[in-house]
Every structure is written in structure tokens, then in C-alpha cells.
């Protein structure tokens, strides 16, 4: 629907019944019309949003700071949100005031690994930890195998630095023909039934 378009009464009763109990977006979307274009049409209609109680700022009790400080590291906001029912912008936005940031430090899953910042720098965790394991920086070339094949496990036991891509394909194949082996003897298995492989 173009957003230009004058406002049915159909519209206009349907803002003036329900402004009390849905949000702007929510009034938006029912009527297929943009939050902006909403929310000029209710100033039109003289009606201060502000006066509502969904709409006044959230008073946060000492126990939901409490939460929010012991949580705000390891928890997301949108599910600090989801346990204290408040919105997720809410939860946002208290926690940036009281100066309480998440960024570099709280490891993160990207494409199945884990990323990480530190001093405002970006960097893949098995790279980073493979760097303090060998004591120099890693080349671009240089990749990164995961011992126990958890690409999540990136103890420094776990990671071994391989000198090119080449090798990190060689360790895979070695790892598939030992397991064939252990399929010949017996030590691995294979189910029909479900088509695949298990001790």
C-alpha cells in the first residue's frame, strides 16, 4: 500500500481503539502501513503515546539489575530479556547506561567456529590459541586442525598447526583410512539400516 495514502476512518478508529494496548509497529503492520507513517498519524490525532503505560520507562527493580550485572557477560540481552519479560531493546539499553559492554571478550559462533575480540581486534579463536601454542603469529597460509575434530574445542592440546593446506587434507585422509581400518577390524561398524557408521 503506498505510505502517502490519506487514512481510511476504518484506519483511524482502528488506531484510536487499539493505540492503548499494541505497540506502533504492532498498529503498522495491521494496517500495512510503515511505523513512521503510523506514529505521524497519531500525532495528528493529538494523541501523546507517552501518556501510556506500556509506553513509560521501565523502573528496574534492584533484583533485575542484580541479574543484569551477574548475567550480562555469558547471557544475551535478548534472553536476559525473555527471563525479566522485558523487551530486548529495554534490557539494551539499561545495560549500556550502567556502561556494562560484552564486546571483546565473550567468544562468539561464526560459519561453526568461534570468534573472539580482544583489544577491539576481531580473530578467529583456534587461530588465536594456535598463535600462543607455537609463540609466533600464524601465516594465512597455515591452517589450523582441530586434534578431536570439534572445530568448537580449541584447548591448546586440541589444535595443531599445519604448514599448508596440503598437509591439513593429508591429516584427514589419514584419519579416514585409519578408521577403515577400524571398520576391517571390526572395531567400527556399519548400519544398514540407517546408513551410517558407529562403535
Given at each position: 500500500?503506498?505510505?502517502n495514502k490519506?487514512?481510511?476512518q476504518?484506519?483511524?478508529?482502528?488506531?484510536?481503539?487499539n493505540v492503548?494496548?499494541?505497540?506502533?509497529?504492532?498498529i503498522?503492520e495491521?494496517?500495512?502501513?510503515?511505523?513512521?507513517?503510523?506514529?505521524?498519524?497519531?500525532?495528528?490525532?493529538?494523541?501523546?503515546?507517552s501518556?501510556?503505560e506500556?509506553?513509560?520507562?521501565?523502573?528496574?527493580?534492584?533484583?533485575?539489575?542484580?541479574?543484569?550485572?551477574?548475567?550480562?557477560?555469558?547471557?544475551?540481552?535478548?534472553n536476559?530479556?525473555?527471563?525479566?519479560?522485558?523487551?530486548?531493546?529495554?534490557?539494551?539499553?539499561?545495560?549500556?547506561?550502567?556502561?556494562?559492554?560484552?564486546?571483546?571478550?565473550?567468544?562468539?559462533?561464526?560459519?561453526?567456529?568461534?570468534r573472539?575480540y580482544?583489544?577491539?581486534k576481531?580473530?578467529?579463536?583456534?587461530?588465536?590459541?594456535?598463535?600462543?601454542?607455537?609463540?609466533?603469529?600464524l601465516l594465512?597460509?597455515?591452517?589450523?586442525?582441530?586434534?578431536?575434530?570439534?572445530?568448537?574445542?580449541?584447548?591448546?592440546?586440541?589444535?595443531?598447526v599445519?604448514?599448508?593446506?596440503?598437509?591439513?587434507?593429508?591429516i584427514?585422509?589419514?584419519?579416514?583410512?585409519?578408521?577403515?581400518e577400524?571398520?576391517?577390524s571390526?572395531?567400527?561398524?556399519?548400519d544398514?539400516?540407517?546408513?551410517?557408521?558407529?562403535?
Amino acid at each position: 500500500m503506498p505510505q502517502n495514502k490519506r487514512y481510511t476512518q476504518d484506519e483511524i478508529l482502528f488506531i484510536k481503539s487499539n493505540v492503548k494496548k499494541l505497540s506502533v509497529k504492532e498498529i503498522a503492520e495491521k494496517l500495512d502501513r510503515s511505523p513512521k507513517g503510523v506514529r505521524s498519524q497519531i500525532e495528528r490525532l493529538n494523541i501523546r503515546l507517552s501518556d501510556y503505560e506500556r509506553n513509560k520507562p521501565h523502573v528496574w527493580t534492584d533484583e533485575e539489575l542484580n541479574y543484569l550485572k551477574d548475567n550480562y557477560k555469558v547471557v544475551s540481552d535478548k534472553n536476559i530479556g525473555l527471563y525479566l519479560s522485558l523487551p530486548e531493546s529495554v534490557v539494551l539499553r539499561k545495560r549500556l547506561s550502567l556502561n556494562l559492554r560484552k564486546h571483546k571478550y565473550v567468544p562468539y559462533i561464526q560459519a561453526n567456529y568461534y570468534r573472539v575480540y580482544v583489544d577491539k581486534k576481531r580473530y578467529w579463536l583456534h587461530r588465536f590459541n594456535a598463535e600462543k601454542k607455537i609463540g609466533r603469529q600464524l601465516l594465512p597460509t597455515e591452517p589450523v586442525h582441530h586434534i578431536d575434530g570439534n572445530k568448537l574445542n580449541n584447548s591448546l592440546e586440541n589444535l595443531y598447526v599445519c604448514s599448508n593446506k596440503q598437509k591439513h587434507g593429508y591429516i584427514h585422509a589419514s584419519l579416514e583410512s585409519v578408521a577403515f581400518e577400524l571398520v576391517k577390524s571390526g572395531l567400527i561398524k556399519f548400519d544398514e539400516d540407517k546408513g551410517e557408521y558407529y562403535l
